[in-house]
């Protein structure tokens, strides 16, 4: 199976600041990555499709990124609705993976 | 509009078999796949298995031999199986339409005696 390392597991970070979290493949996933946003008590939001492509009514404040085997989501300026845990999606092969995730958090 | 809408018991014992229905709206399941995501409370998401628009089925390495997904398309349902339950299948059960754009409200389900 494909394993996802992301980092860091936790992310205190203060409104207006630029945030990046990163997955690391342990194995070659092309662009096959996605990122989701959840907030407690609700499902999954797909923010990144395609390691790079903001989905549908995402902020433009976020970005995907991709070097090598190391995927990164980007969140510029930070505002109070991005605190959340984000987690990132390999679907390049079966079984999917996703990553243990991270909770960005106000410093 | 798109819906998913998870449906179980909430409660089942150990050792016992888990049943969940995912019923659709405002899409075809011959055109879209469907995947069942869990997450245990306090915890990440684990992908548990998926059956695409053609039917064809694939499971989480670790869970597969407990585990079976089918459909009924004149119902738009995706239907999950899951035996043998343990205290740590304890989680909350979504499902999701593939490409994961669409997701479900989620059911809890808690394996207790």
């Known amino acids: 199976d494909i394993q996802m390392t992301q980092s860091p597991s936790s992310l205190p970070a203060s409104l207006g600041d630029r945030v990046t979290i990163t997955c690391r493949a342990s194995?070659?996933?092309?662009?096959?990555l996605r990122w989701f946003q959840q907030k407690p008590g609700k499902s999954p939001r797909l923010m990144i499709y395609?390691?790079?492509n903001l989905a549908a009514g995402v902020p433009s404040r976020f970005s995907g990124s991709r070097s090598g085997s190391d995927y990164s989501l980007t969140i510029n300026s930070l505002e109070s609705e991005d605190m959340a845990i984000y987690y990132c999606?390999?679907?390049?092969?079966?079984?999917?993976?996703f990553g243990s995730g991270t909770k960005l958090e106000i410093k | 509009q798109v819906q998913l809408k998870e449906s179980g018991p909430g409660l089942v014992q150990p050792s016992r078999t888990l049943s969940l229905t995912c019923t659709v709206s405002?899409?075809?399941?011959?055109?879209?796949?469907v995947s069942w995501v869990r997450q245990p409370p306090g915890k990440g998401l684990e992908w548990i298995a998926a059956?695409?628009?053609?039917?064809?089925?694939d499971y989480n390495s670790a869970l597969k031999s407990r585990l079976s997904i089918s459909r009924d398309t004149s119902k738009s349902q995706v239907l999950l199986k899951m035996n043998s339950l343990q205290t740590e299948d304890t989680a909350m059960y979504f499902c999701?339409?593939?490409?994961?754009?669409?997701w479900g409200q989620g059911v809890m389900v808690t394996v207790s005696s």
């Open positions: 395609g390691a790079t």
């Open positions: 999701a339409r593939r490409p994961f754009d669409y």
């Open positions: 194995q070659d996933i092309g662009n096959y």
């Open positions: 059956i695409w628009s053609g039917g064809s089925t």
């Open positions: 405002g899409f075809s399941l011959t055109s879209y796949g």
């Open positions: 999606l390999q679907h390049n092969e079966y079984p999917l993976t």
